[in-house]
């Protein structure tokens, strides 16, 4: 995009007079003197210096103040005149800090993504702060949410706040856009910048003149793979100097880290993946420092030393990638809720093991539970469960969401699904009339019982889902006339019990009205006189074992328990 630029400097006469244009010129330090010429001479009450960036591609001019003084100023009152500035920086040098550079990033994250620049390339170098001028809303917007929110705990207006922030910015551009042209920055190239630090190390200037080096060795790289490479480089010589290893390990790692909190530079160093799920996998291993085939060199090269745990920041900055990921509404797996799931759960599983102090718990449990509650909206769940081929599969479905979302609220909202399906015509015709085997069913519905018991539901919707699988398993088993059909047996009270035993160890009774029946017919049986000897009896012809009375009751007392039957009540029923 070709861009023709000149600044404009206006005037004002009075404290009603209106903005007229003194003079054009092409150069911007002049146009700033000039108007500080026609403050200093008393030839105006008020001055600023406008840019005017012409785009010959489309034909229109963007216009940015750049430059604004006047002695014309709304007076205050004492209050606020006595009241603590609102400003987030009080100079140039503030801008600098960790907390303005995040501000920063976060406010600007679009416009270095598409000039691929980290935010201390920025501040450093005169080319990417007019680049950044000549956007014009771009710098503007950001200034103006600043202000907003400053202005919130405060009463300055937010005009005030506006102005003292443009000229605080200015101020901090002309500083850089100045000391370029004198050849304040050091100029160094790969190798040099050991000997660099020592030359600075007891400059008051040198962070700034250090980052400023660095962003300017940084600037015709052609990507990120590249600037990640030449940072990295840079580390090889703290390994040989020990002197100044601190420095150059603090510098990289806060730039490096500037890189990886940007999804535009990850997206570029990860390469195209299948989808966020396949991303976010691919991030989980280089946080964790663990090497993943077909990574490009710079990922391999920092995995290395996130394994060494040698770069705290730039780590730090991957972890919040990673949650900032996992909070957004973008699906991991948009073609299947059964994939998101599952890779839900692997990322999850892997997450736990670097969980600690780039990690913490509480970050990972919110963040996962926030991406849960995604996937249990009513639109979410209703689509998945149309796919499903039958009110089995749907609820193996709700079974296997549930299996692989956390949060009890989550859950909450998931069981409401279960009750309409399990309660429908569809599923009582395929455990009532189906051709299966009546024990095939039986057992299915216990199987289900058990899944939600050990589910995260509440206990109250554990136990309404389960009293409806009861209910429909005692009216499969009243078709059936499966205890029935063992009552009516001319069989003794021995092989009836036994027989009775068996559906319930074998899983084929749900908990509730069925197995009460189930055991009040074993009771019943066990009252009948000679049952412990005839059992003793049963136990030699189907176990080999001596019919010793002691065995027996053990064998007997250890059965009922695994049917649910109480020592207690077993004891007082062969008592009766």
Request: neutral net charge; contains cysteine; aromatic residues 6%.
């Amino acid at each position: 995009m070709s861009r023709e630029v000149h600044y404009e400097i206006f005037r004002r006469q009075g404290s009603k007079g209106g903005w007229i244009m003194h003079e054009a010129t092409g150069h911007r330090d002049a146009a700033i003197a000039a108007a500080e010429a026609l403050m200093a001479n008393n030839q105006a009450t008020g001055v600023k210096v406008v840019k005017e960036s012409y785009d010959n591609e489309t034909g229109a001019y963007q216009s940015l103040k750049i430059f604004e003084d006047g002695h014309n100023k709304m007076k205050e009152e004492v209050a606020k005149e006595d009241a603590p500035s609102a400003l987030p920086c009080f100079k140039p040098d503030d801008l600098y800090s960790y907390h303005a550079r995040s501000t920063m990033a976060r406010l600007l994250g679009e416009h270095l993504a598409r000039q691929r620049l980290t935010i201390t390339e920025l501040i450093h170098r005169g080319d990417a702060l007019e680049q950044l001028e000549a956007t014009g809303t771009t710098y503007q917007h950001a200034i103006q949410k600043v202000s907003v929110a400053q202005a919130a705990s405060t009463t300055l207006p937010v005009q005030q706040i506006v102005k003292k922030l443009q000229d605080l910015t200015t101020k901090a551009m002309n500083r850089v856009y100045n000391d370029e042209k004198r050849g304040y920055f050091p100029v160094a190239r790969e190798g040099q910048f050991a000997a660099l630090a020592h030359q600075l190390a007891q400059d008051s200037d040198k962070a700034y003149l250090f980052n400023g080096a660095i962003a300017h060795y940084l600037a015709d790289a052609t990507g990120w793979n590249e600037k990640l490479m030449r940072l990295l480089a840079i580390l090889k010589e703290a390994e040989s100097d020990k002197d100044v290893a601190d420095m150059l390990l603090a510098t990289v790692d806060s730039i490096g880290a500037e890189i990886l909190a940007g999804s535009a530079a990850l997206h570029e160093l990860i390469g195209d993946t299948e989808n966020l799920g396949a991303a976010l996998w691919v991030l989980v291993h280089l946080f964790l420092g663990e090497k993943m085939e077909g990574s490009n060199t710079a990922i391999t090269a920092v995995t290395r030393h996130f394994k060494v745990d040698d770069l705290p920041a730039a780590r730090t900055a991957v972890a919040g990638r990673i949650l900032a990921e996992l909070k957004s509404v973008k699906r991991l797996c948009p073609d299947s809720l059964v994939d998101e799931l599952k890779t839900l759960r692997r990322i999850a599983n892997k997450l736990v093991l670097g969980q600690g102090k780039y990690l913490s718990h509480e970050d990972l449990i919110g963040a996962f539970t926030l991406r849960s509650k995604r996937l249990v909206t009513n639109e979410m769940v209703s689509e998945h469960l149309q796919e499903a081929g039958g009110v089995n599969e749907k609820v193996e479905r709700l079974l296997l969401i549930e299996e692989n979302i956390i949060g009890a609220e989550n859950k909450r909202q998931l069981a409401k699904f279960f009750a309409p399906i399990i309660t429908s015509p569809g599923f009582e015709q395929v455990y009532l009339f189906a051709k299966t085997p009546v024990l095939e069913r039986l057992q299915r519905l216990v199987d289900l019982q058990k899944r939600v018991n050990r589910s995260g539901f509440q206990d109250v919707q554990k136990q309404e889902i389960c009293d409806a699988l009861d209910k429909v398993a005692c009216e499969t088993e009243g078709r059936s006339k499966l205890l029935e059909s063992i009552e009516a047996k001319s069989a003794g009270p021995i092989e009836k019990a036994t027989a009775i035993l068996r559906l319930m160890t074998g899983g084929a009774i749900t908990d509730g009205q069925l197995a009460e029946r189930a055991r009040n017919m074993v009771l019943t049986y066990m009252g009948k006189p000679g049952f412990m000897s005839g059992y003793a009896a049963h136990l030699a012809r189907t176990k080999g074992a001596i019919p010793d009375a002691d065995v027996a009751m053990n064998d007997l007392m250890l059965t009922l328990e695994k049917a649910g039957i109480t020592t207690e009540a077993g004891l007082r029923a062969l008592a009766a």
